[in-house]
């Protein structure tokens, strides 16, 4: 039996870096070895928590910024980045983990009938990997990185063909952590749902999300009471 009707068809779109996956161990570990040949101090785990989302370069950029020094010229900050960039595809599943109950949530939104797939910022060449090192990658119908869509989030876009293309339904939902997500959802007509442990700068709370949650136990009862809520003002 069912648990969970509404969830019968319902397109579920997922960002990767702190909603499902906990990548900031490899991020940090890929980070300080880029900033070290120009003699910056590591940066602490906690850091790049709060700093990822914007991409590797503006991690670098950042880096700087904590340190107290300028941005470095362009063929240095091109170094950092490839230098970033190889060793965290070398080792992109070493330490991170998915999330406490994600496969479990995965499943039991699939097992209620619903389609899921990832939208994120990082790019597709990063993405599938890390999901196929992780056993998570079967569980989507597709991956759609930051170049495989013509703008990536915040613009609708991006949204749009994660999850199947237009027109948005009732059953279309984001799940993310971060104001980026919030904005892409708002703006594509999806609902949006926000873990609230993940990797924005501030409390997302604040951000207005249609449901925020902690515990991937509580998500698949979480989303179909979303998409209930969602078809009754459609019929209203």
Not at 49 to 68: C, D
Not at 117 to 137: F, H, R
Not at 207 to 215: P, T
């Amino acid at each position: 039996m069912n648990r969970h009707p509404s969830l019968s068809g319902a397109r579920i779109a997922f960002d990767l870096d702190g909603t499902l996956v906990d990548t900031a161990p490899d991020l940090v570990r890929a980070l300080n070895a880029a900033i070290a040949p120009a003699g910056l101090d590591s940066v602490p785990l906690s850091d790049v928590r709060a700093m990822v989302g914007r991409g590797a370069r503006a991690l670098i950029e950042r880096a700087f910024a904590n340190a107290g020094r300028a941005a470095p010229p362009e063929d240095e900050l091109s170094g950092a980045l490839e230098l970033f960039l190889s060793v965290y595809r070398e080792g992109i599943a070493d330490l991170s983990r998915p999330f406490p109950g994600v496969e479990a949530a995965l499943d039991e939104l699939a097992d209620a009938g619903a389609r899921l797939s990832v939208c994120t910022n990082k790019p597709g060449w990063l993405a599938v990997p890390l999901l196929q090192a992780l056993d998570l990658a079967d569980r989507f119908e597709r991956i759609v990185g930051a170049e495989d869509s013509p703008a990536k989030k915040p613009d609708p876009a991006h949204v749009l063909m994660a999850l199947g293309g237009a027109p948005v339904e009732a059953g279309d939902i984001l799940v993310g952590d971060s104001r980026v997500d919030f904005e892409a959802a708002r703006a594509a007509g999806a609902g949006i749902i926000l873990f609230e442990n993940g990797y924005d700068e501030k409390p997302v709370r604040m951000l207005g999300a249609d449901r925020l949650f902690n515990s991937y136990k509580n998500l698949p009862a979480l989303t179909a009471g979303l998409i209930t809520q969602r078809q009754a003002l459609r019929r209203s």
